[in-house]
């Protein structure tokens, strides 16, 4: 048992969320969920952030002022996280007083330890990304992640001297080499840091929208240099030392490959100029996908994309497939650290083959055997059932798929367990023999669907208590402490186990 802190990045609000902020988000609650199951003192961060250029644009475009747009537009996205049952222990917005009070503090120390510096700023410039852009590294003239143009823009800034930290960030890099994961990102970051590193602007007088710069109030933060100083908000930098050294030990930040160079290189060396640690972990996760693009608001409303994100919010799916179905799909198809591609008929098979025909199929199958042949009273496990092996298997490769990042492993671990169990009733045939003879049997699989409840609970917490009460148990799978719970022979036996309605009927 120890503390783990993992964190989401903060979502801009110039627009809706959709399925990409889901996949992100879906899985760093998982991940807290299973730490949570593990005894772990946990928190689990996520939010909006809310300043900036493009904030400014859509809130005028909506007509309302920015502080008017911010505000209806998170409340949407803590509305999604709920209805995809997120179990975030903050939600952090960018325009709150405590995140100011930690922006200020936090930016004024790198000032006074001089590696803040004035001058004149000219670049290109990507609203969307609210990035700089070289002419090198445009794609036919376009930003290359958002497809759009860029900006010419000159002003008199701010500038981190990041080009201070190249040296150090090596060091870093080299001294944890499993700060930054996967290994191909880490190896990206890095080729950009040994390219050499330049001076960043982080302030700007060409808008208002955004922190006051504490030493010159005509200068607001850039987005980028605000929204990263939400992880430190949320644990009280600047107010309370002692929860930062509680929690900040065991930061670990999830976030989308576009954002590597803020958070692998700018990130790390802020940290190291306010005079903090970088953070323990950042794990990067590639984009979802539909035919072939990145899911992103800015290109969604562009005549010429392809992508309707309108059309598969998260809220669509969740309507048709069930909540937890839609979990399952974010968590097991696409593994983190490769991106994946989305399709309703990629979900429709996950949810027929997995869900249905595996799962559900042996939760009302031993439910139906038990109520013939046992009265509705299910039986105790048998200690050397064929099945424990399985169990064990299953058991030791979720816990070492979780630990890594990789939820998609400890779900196909978990589901080679339940086929092993379907193969084991198959073989029986429990409901061809007399009553009397086939306790070990059905308490055997009785076992098997309890340990499952417990290894799905992260991912799919409704199923899991809705199996616990089927199959007798009170409580909840989330109330167990893993990974002892999960040892074979866990059900007791004597209890009433019911079928009840499909867990997930099959869909056509």
């Known amino acids: ?70 505000d209806r537009t998170s409340a949407r996205f803590q509305e999604a996280w709920r209805s995809l049952n997120v179990s975030n222990d903050d939600f952090i917005r960018t325009t709150e007083d405590r995140h100011y009070a930690t922006v200020r503090t936090f930016l004024k120390r790198i000032y006074d330890n001089g590696y803040i510096v004035k001058d004149t700023y000219k670049g290109l410039y990507c609203v969307s990304c609210e990035d700089y852009y070289t002419t090198e590294s445009l794609e036919a003239g376009l930003c290359p992640v958002h497809r759009r143009a860029v900006v010419e823009m000159e002003e008199d800034n701010y500038f981190f001297r990041l080009s201070a930290f190249e040296d150090r960030l090596i060091e870093w890099y080299e001294s944890q080499p499993d700060a930054i994961r996967p290994a191909a990102k880490r190896k990206e970051a890095l080729s950009f840091i040994r390219g050499g590193l330049k001076d960043v602007s982080i302030t700007r007088t060409s808008l ?64 190291m100029a306010a005079g903090i640690d970088p953070p323990a972990s950042i794990f990067v996760h590639g984009w979802l996908l539909v035919g072939g693009h990145k899911l992103s ?48 008929e990629g979900l429709t098979s996950r949810y027929n083959s997995d869900l249905a025909n595996n799962l559900g199929n042996l939760v009302a199958r031993v439910a139906t055997v038990v109520g013939s042949k046992c009265g509705g009273i299910g039986p105790a496990p048998a200690a050397d059932s064929p099945l424990v092996a399985a169990s064990e298997e299953a058991v030791a490769g979720a816990l070492a798929a979780w630990e890594k990042f990789a939820p998609h492993e400890a779900l196909e671990a978990t589901w080679r367990l339940i086929g092993a169990a379907n193969a084991e009733l198959e073989a029986t045939a429990p409901w061809k023999a007399e009553p009397g003879t086939v306790d070990d049997v059905l308490g055997s699989a009785l076992e098997v669907v309890r340990i499952v409840a417990l290894l799905i609970s992260a991912a799919m917490p409704a199923t899991a208590d809705e199996i616990w009460h089927r199959i007798g148990l009170s409580g909840s799978p989330a109330d167990e402490l893993l990974p002892d719970a999960a040892q074979w022979g866990g059900y007791p036996g004597g209890l009433v186990v019911t079928k009840g309605d499909p867990l997930f009927p099959r869909r056509k």
């Open 1 to 70: 048992m120890g503390r783990f802190y993992v964190t989401t990045p903060i979502y801009y609000v110039n627009d809706v969320p959709h399925l990409g902020h889901a996949y992100c988000t879906v899985n760093a609650d998982a991940i807290a969920r299973w730490h949570r199951g593990l005894g772990d003192e946990t928190l689990f961060l996520t939010g909006t952030d809310e300043h900036g250029t493009k904030v400014a644009e859509s809130a005028e475009s909506h007509g309302v002022t920015p502080a008017e747009w911010t």
């Open 208 to 271: 208002s929208w955004g922190v006051p710069v504490p030493w010159d109030e005509e200068h607001v933060f850039y987005v980028w240099y605000d929204a990263l100083i939400n992880y430190l908000t949320a644990i009280g930098y600047g107010s309370d030392d002692e929860r930062v050294a509680e929690w900040w030990p065991h930061v670990h930040h999830l976030i989308g490959k576009e954002i590597i160079r803020f958070h692998c290189v700018w990130w790390p060396a802020m940290c």
């Open 297 to 344: 608001k800015s290109m969604a409303g562009e005549e010429d994309s392809p992508v309707k994100l309108t059309e598969i919010s998260p809220a669509s799916l969740t309507e048709d497939f069930g909540v937890d179905a839609v979990r399952y799909h974010l968590l097991r198809d696409t593994p983190l650290g490769t991106d994946g591609e989305f399709s309703i």
